[in-house]
């Protein structure tokens, strides 16, 4: 390869920077899956290790500060996914991974806590068939903990409109998510006891994801709190597949929400189509009674022949009794039609659509009352921070700068750095001097040192 003169020539130091800085710039955020070798924690406190596969390995530095956030201690041999950013580290021009938070191995920690609590709680009986509490088949009252925004609680209300079958739901929304998620469902959950003692029982309503999106129901907290409920609670999380603490304490467990909402809600329509079935069988059977008296009287009739004048006052009795059966049995259809109609009556006043205009008031209203509160606490903070803003301005070193004083810092000639001057002896002729102002900065050569006289 040939050179020409106007190829730049690097020093050892500008193009280990400039190497440096095409890392640290591709490369801001990764994630490097390895495993652990050759670990180091000295005096500092700072973690130093190789992370390794078959085909090639790379150090990584794990700093004090950092490492304090991480679930376990480090140690050789294990597999993890270390996120975090490459750098070169110049005295060396070596590549490293700076190490943000450590995962060891995704799930895998998940699962151990997830069969440890569940050993745990299966030995305290809290997963016995002895303790769950029997539903009822014909629900009133049914409360529903779940967010509002997900696509599960939208499956269970669908099939509660077309099944129109008229139970009251409430839905309280909580997060179904995330590290306080436990904690609000556990909440949610006394206050259903609490404020809705007459609910047939209360649903755990939440869709599919990974073990780590399903922690909340994983949780000793949540387990506890489903133990010591007095409603019965239906665990209705993920899909199929899924299972979660949450489904071992419930009183009922649900594959899907789509599931529960099947298992739980009667089809008002087949409960009409029984109603009538079992009226037209017992009409059916009655007449089908009467006529198969009055054949047997008929038979009876001919063969006692000439003596039936003998009969006369007993088959006089006889059709009283029949008119009176047949009166009765007709004013019984007519109170059982009359149950039917206020059935019906009651079915109309209860549809879906008036509690729907229901509860879409009681929505605007939460929804107007948590706009207001949430206007008060950003004002209060919005003013919070324009006190500290303004104490910030009172100290902060720029505002010095604005009044007309400056900041000057001598130059090293070899490696660049800055140290910040106090005294003019620090200085000889011909340094370079760095003076920043309160916007912008400039450089200078020293020409001249006037030494300060007591």
Same mark, same amino acid.
């Given at each position: 390869?040939?050179?020409?003169?106007?190829?730049?020539?690097?020093?050892?130091?500008?193009?280990?920077?400039?190497?440096?800085n095409l890392v640290e710039n591709k490369y801001r955020f990764i994630k490097v899956q390895g495993e652990i070798s050759s670990l180091k924690?000295?005096f500092s406190g700072h973690s130093y290790f190789t992370l390794k596969d078959e085909s090639a390995q790379l150090k990584a530095v794990l700093?004090?500060?950092?490492?304090?956030?991480?679930?376990?201690?480090?140690?050789?041999g294990q597999k993890v996914v270390c996120h975090g950013r490459l750098s070169i580290y110049e005295p060396r021009g070596d590549y490293q991974?700076?190490? &943000?938070?450590?995962?060891?191995? $995704?799930?895998? +920690?998940?699962?151990?806590?997830?069969?440890?609590?569940?050993?745990?709680?299966?030995?305290?009986?809290?997963?016995?068939?002895?303790?769950?509490?029997?539903?009822?088949?014909?629900?009133?009252?049914?409360?529903?903990?779940? !967010?509002?925004?997900?696509?599960?609680? *939208?499956?269970?209300?669908?099939?509660?409109?077309?099944?129109?079958?008229?139970?009251?739901?409430?839905?309280?929304?909580?997060?179904?998510?995330?590290?306080?998620?436990?904690?609000?469902?556990?909440?949610?959950?006394?206050?259903?006891?609490?404020?809705?003692?007459?609910?047939? #029982?209360?649903?755990?309503? @939440?869709? $599919?994801?990974?073990?780590?999106?399903?922690?909340?129901?994983?949780?000793?907290?949540?387990? @506890?709190?489903?133990?010591?409920?007095?409603?019965?609670?239906?665990?209705?999380?993920?899909?199929?597949?899924?299972?979660?603490?949450?489904?071992?304490?419930?009183?009922?467990?649900?594959?899907?929400?789509?599931?529960?909402?099947?298992?739980?809600?009667?089809?008002?329509?087949?409960?009409?189509?029984?109603?009538?079935?079992?009226?037209? !069988?017992?009409?059916?059977?009655?007449?089908?009674?009467?006529?198969?008296?009055?054949?047997?009287?008929?038979?009876?009739?001919?063969?006692? $022949?000439? +003596?039936?004048?003998?009969?006369?006052?007993?088959?006089?009795?006889?059709?009283?009794?029949?008119?009176?059966?047949?009166?009765?049995?007709?004013?019984?259809?007519? *109170?059982?039609?009359?149950?039917?109609?206020?059935?019906?009556?009651?079915?109309?006043?209860?549809?879906?659509?008036? @509690?729907?205009?229901?509860?879409?008031?009681?929505?605007?209203?939460?929804?107007?009352?948590?706009? +207001?509160?949430?206007?008060?606490?950003?004002?209060?903070?919005?003013?919070?921070?324009?006190?500290?803003?303004? +104490?910030?301005?009172?100290?902060?070193?720029?505002?010095?700068?604005?009044?007309?004083?400056?900041?000057?810092?001598?130059? &090293?000639?070899?490696?660049?750095?800055?140290?910040?001057? *106090?005294?003019?002896?620090?200085?000889?002729?011909?340094?370079?001097?760095?003076?920043?102002?309160?916007? $912008?900065? #400039?450089?200078?050569?020293?020409?001249?040192?006037?030494?300060?006289?007591?």
């Open positions: 390869m040939n050179f020409t003169t106007n190829d730049p020539v690097y020093t050892v130091g500008s193009l280990t920077r400039e190497l440096k924690v000295p700093f004090k500060g950092s490492a304090r956030y991480i679930e376990q201690d480090l140690s050789d991974l700076i190490v &943000d938070s450590v995962d060891f191995q $995704g799930a895998g +920690l998940l699962q151990q806590r997830f069969e440890k609590l569940k050993n745990k709680l299966a030995q305290e009986g809290l997963f016995s068939a002895e303790r769950k509490k029997e539903l009822t088949k014909f629900p009133k009252e049914i409360v529903i903990l779940t !967010s509002p925004s997900g696509a599960a609680i *939208h499956d269970f209300l669908k099939i509660w409109r077309n099944r129109a079958y008229p139970a009251n739901i409430t839905i309280l929304p909580v997060r179904v998510q995330g590290n306080e998620a436990a904690q609000e469902i556990s909440n949610a959950l006394m206050t259903v006891n609490r404020l809705y003692p007459d609910t047939d #029982f209360v649903v755990l309503c @939440r869709g $599919g994801g990974s073990l780590e999106d399903l922690w909340a129901f994983n949780e000793e907290i949540l387990a @506890r709190a489903i133990a010591r409920s007095n409603v019965p609670v239906v665990s209705a999380i993920g899909h199929e597949v899924d299972f979660t603490i949450a489904d071992f304490c419930a009183d009922f467990r649900a594959a899907t929400p789509t599931a529960a909402a099947e298992a739980l809600i009667p089809d008002l329509s087949i409960l009409k189509e029984k109603v009538k079935r079992f009226k037209n !069988s017992l009409s059916g059977s009655i007449h089908g009674l009467i006529e198969d008296n009055q054949y047997r009287i008929n038979q009876n009739r001919r063969l006692l $022949g000439d +003596l039936d004048f003998l009969f006369t006052n007993v088959s006089l009795r006889l059709d009283h009794a029949t008119d009176k059966l047949q009166n009765v049995i007709s004013k019984r259809l007519e *109170h059982e039609q009359i149950r039917s109609d206020a059935l019906a009556a009651k079915l109309q006043n209860n549809s879906p659509q008036s @509690r729907l205009i229901l509860q879409g008031q009681r929505l605007t209203f939460i929804t107007e009352k948590l706009h +207001l509160h949430l206007k008060r606490s950003l004002d209060e903070w919005d003013a919070r921070l324009g006190r500290q803003a303004a +104490l910030l301005d009172a100290v902060s070193p720029l505002a010095t700068l604005a009044r007309g004083y400056s900041i000057s810092s001598r130059i &090293d000639p070899v490696s660049e750095k800055r140290s910040v001057l *106090h005294r003019s002896n620090e200085l000889k002729r011909g340094d370079q001097v760095e003076v920043r102002l309160h916007q $912008g900065k #400039f450089e200078c050569e020293v020409s001249k040192v006037l030494l300060h006289r007591k």
